[in-house]
């Protein structure tokens, strides 16, 4: 709006100073008219004052005019540059990466990204996948996505949510549709007090217990009236909640960064990437360590197209891995360690100030949070995972860094990491799920991380409809 604005202002400006610089032309040619006439009536020395000053005067004018067009197209100018600079240095990072924007390569005949990605979700061999929804906690939204009083829908995991900030400030996750007659709670209900109100007949639910504690037009509320409410839990800048296929109350919980919540870290960036995939394809990247120096070796100027990350010209730099990851032991099963330190590398030797110090920890199927440090300072990826299909996963990276440190250098630093990912997504988008894979005594990290990650399904956890996922476009 404030560039439309001021492209109007402008417009308005040019064609008033060439309105203003015709007419005033036009003025002074019919000058001297005047003045012959006016000297025929004997008053040529008052007549010849008038006409040099009211030619002084339109021609200064018109000065005016393009030295104020000038000016104000240079201030313009320079108020998009300091935006532009502002918003390099302070602005978080947005960055959003649908299903069809890579991972893909072309099909002859097809134009539309979209269409292709369909065509290869529809054609690829799935292979014998685990079951397509873990138990554990999982990220449905922001914290900051939903202001007080403030309610939004979700659907994933198979599910769809209600979720709704009450005046109390809690975040709380109900079912998205009434039980009354089946109106999504999450779109256009009312938060009353710590209550969402449908939209269709008024009913109202108690955040934290679901129970319905207000029909407007009846005289008593059932005992039964009430709608599921699911466990909710909020930190790292993000609400997460409890799905288990067997209905048990958590197991676990999800770590803290109390350096996010006292403000020693805050909020610099974000980016989200749509995979087709199955769940455990990604966090098994972790214990992969053998694709950290294939896949992840050639520098990231070479771009995230695998056809051409082998790029003679920046054949010099390298990416330099170094990794070892375990499962914690008991009670901290629930969580895989990876201990990473990365650093760019020229003919081999190592750039200074390139070195980043990683722990990795993956809690549960879905949130890996990447603790950091450089000289530059100190920080965290929080990573979240969460299947909005059986076979269509969301993953995001938000980075959480030194309050004093400009937003540059971490959104430097989130672009690299989705560069690396967008590099990972060509595979995940085209491969199929291995149940049984062909490994050598080097990958036995794989077949650990498999066994680990095995213990987040349980006897009802829903499988894969292949008809139905076969079907699917998006």
């Known amino acids: 709006m404030a560039k439309l604005l001021w492209v109007t202002i402008l417009s308005c400006i040019i064609l008033g100073a060439i309105t203003v610089t015709q007419v005033h ?6 000058l001297p008219f005047l003045g012959q006439f006016l000297n025929a009536e004997g008053s040529l020395g008052f007549l010849e004052i008038l006409r040099s000053a009211i030619a002084n005067f339109l021609t200064g004018a018109r000065w005016m005019w393009l030295g104020v067009l000038t000016l104000l197209s240079l201030v313009y100018t320079a108020w998009l540059v300091v935006r532009k600079i502002l918003s390099i240095l302070f602005s978080p990072l947005n960055l959003h990466r649908a299903l069809g924007d890579l991972g893909y390569t072309e099909i002859e005949g097809v134009k539309s990204q979209k269409d292709v990605a369909n065509i290869v979700r529809r054609r690829r061999k799935i292979g014998d996948v ?3 929804y873990p138990n554990g906690w999982f990220s449905l939204i922001a914290s900051r996505d939903v202001p007080k009083g403030q309610a939004r829908s979700v659907s994933v995991l198979g599910q769809h949510f209600a979720v709704f900030r009450g005046e109390d400030g809690k975040a709380y996750i109900l079912d998205a549709y009434c039980p009354h007659m089946g109106a999504n709670i999450g779109i256009g209900g009312r938060v009353i007090d710590n209550c969402l109100q449908c939209p269709f007949h008024g009913w109202t639910f108690r955040g934290e217990d679901g129970k319905c504690v207000n029909i407007p037009y009846a005289k008593k509320i059932p005992d039964i009236a009430k709608t599921k409410q699911w466990p909710c839990f909020e930190a790292n800048g993000q609400i997460m909640v409890w799905h288990h296929a067997e209905g048990i109350d958590p197991t676990w919980m999800p770590e803290v960064m109390p350096e996010i919540d006292t403000g020693d870290w805050t909020f610099k960036g974000k980016t989200v990437h749509i995979i087709n995939a199955h769940i455990e394809e990604i966090p098994e990247n972790g214990a992969d360590l053998a694709h950290l120096h294939h896949l992840h070796k050639p520098f990231i100027a070479a771009g995230v ?7 003679p010209i920046y054949a010099m730099f390298s990416h330099k891995w170094v990794a070892q990851w375990e499962p914690l032991p008991a009670p901290d099963q629930h969580i895989g360690e990876l201990n990473l330190v990365h650093s760019i590398e020229v003919w081999g030797y190592t750039i200074p100030f390139t070195t980043l110090s990683v722990t990795v920890h993956q ?4 949130l890996v949070n990447l603790k950091f440090k450089s000289v530059f300072g100190s920080g965290v990826f929080i990573q979240t995972l969460t299947p909005e299909e059986p076979m269509l996963q969301r993953l995001t990276h938000e980075i959480y860094y030194d309050w004093w440190m400009p937003a540059f250098l971490p959104k430097l ?7 690396q990912v967008d590099r990972d997504v060509m595979i995940w988008n085209n491969k199929t799920y291995v ?17 680990w990650y095995s213990q987040f399904f349980s006897e009802n956890s829903p499988r894969l409809s292949f008809q139905k996922e076969n079907n699917s476009e998006w």
């Open 305 to 311: 197209d695998l056809r051409y990350i082998y790029n």
């Open 435 to 451: 149940s049984k894979p062909m490994l050598v005594k080097e990958d036995q990290l794989i077949a650990k991380h498999r066994r």
């Open 130 to 132: 685990p079951p397509v």
């Open 413 to 419: 630093m989130l672009r690299g990491e989705a560069m």
């Open 363 to 366: 809690v549960g199927p879905g």
């Open 25 to 30: 032309g036009e003025i002074l040619e019919s």
